[in-house]
């Protein structure tokens, strides 16, 4: 008994000590170069209207390996992640005019829209990791929760109304924050007044993200993003270490309800939602170390 009691509790100290020198901590930080791919709104003849392109932040956080042998390990990580894209609409669309007196015309013309979107994650990826001399492979899941949205840009529209009366080009800021925006259309203090139709119509020089009234509570991005993710790593020396990562979402990043088609309104001049998919894309450059 008193051999079987000993070689039970040098397992156990051997136990401990085991785990005690595979698991360790560390942190990365780095650049994102990020977009969003989803379905493009097209033009009559076809072309695309539309364009996401990759647009760049930056990622920080802490990992915990914990690695059951020389080759084989797992990992998760706690990250603020900046993902977003620098999207473009440019081409044929519609603009709501609101006039003084709460009533609307409706105009169809050519629409040019820049715009910068910035969203902000807390991302928590869990990783299967496998090591080959000082190349490290890795895979797993992403959940990133969302924690900030923002975007700013410009938007311009020339074109005609329905009895064709010509509405000369004007230029709006956008400042959007997705978060904090009121839902429904809020009084403008720096606007520009216009004699269109008999009628004095009210064009702000700048825009929040909801001033067009959409029967919704809901904002535009999902707080919850899943994605798969893979990775290549190069130790430099025991614990430092350059990366590569590819980052793409599984679920569907924008809310029907919310996004709306900027090429053109129903024929009972009410918006039409668009049911498609947009994704997160992000591509992420690292530097690392592991304690």
């Not at 590569?244 to 679920?251: P, Q």
């Not at 919310?258 to 530097?287: C, G, H, M, Y």
Request: hydrophobic share 35%; net charge negative; proline share 2%.
């Amino acid at each position: 008994m008193n051999r079987l009691s000993l070689v039970l509790l040098l397992a156990i100290l051997g136990c401990f000590q085991l785990t005690a020198q595979e698991f360790s901590g560390g942190f990365r930080a780095g650049i994102n170069f990020s977009t969003i791919r989803g379905p493009l709104e097209t033009s009559s003849s076809g072309s695309d209207l539309e364009e996401y392109r990759f647009s760049n932040g930056f990622h920080v956080g802490a990992t915990a390996n914990l690695f059951f042998n020389d080759y084989f390990g797992l990992r998760a990580e706690l990250l603020y992640s900046q993902k977003g894209t620098d999207y473009n609409y440019n081409g044929e669309s519609f603009w709501i005019l609101n006039t003084q007196d709460e009533s609307r015309i409706y105009a169809t013309g050519n629409r040019n829209t820049s715009l910068s979107i910035t969203n902000s994650y807390i991302d928590i990826p869990f990783m299967a990791v496998g090591r080959f001399g000082r190349l490290e492979v890795s895979g797993g899941f992403n959940l990133g929760i969302l924690v900030s949205s923002r975007g700013s840009g410009e938007l311009s529209f020339s074109g005609q109304t329905e009895r064709g009366t010509p509405v000369d080009p004007f230029i709006i800021a956008l400042e959007f924050n997705y978060f904090d925006d009121a839902l429904q259309r809020t009084d403008a203090n720096d606007v520009e007044l216009r004699d269109i139709e008999g009628k004095v119509v009210v064009i702000p020089k700048t825009l929040g993200v909801n001033y067009q009234e959409i029967e919704s509570t809901d904002k535009l991005f999902r707080p919850i993003d899943l994605g798969l993710i893979g990775g290549l790593a190069f130790f430099l020396n025991q614990g430092l270490y350059v990366g590569m990562r590819v980052n793409y979402g599984l679920s569907d990043l924008t809310r029907m309800e919310r996004d709306v088609s900027r090429k053109e309104l129903d024929e009972e001049k009410n918006f039409i939602f668009r049911d498609d998919n947009d994704r997160n894309l992000t591509l992420q450059a690292s530097v690392g170390f592991s304690f």
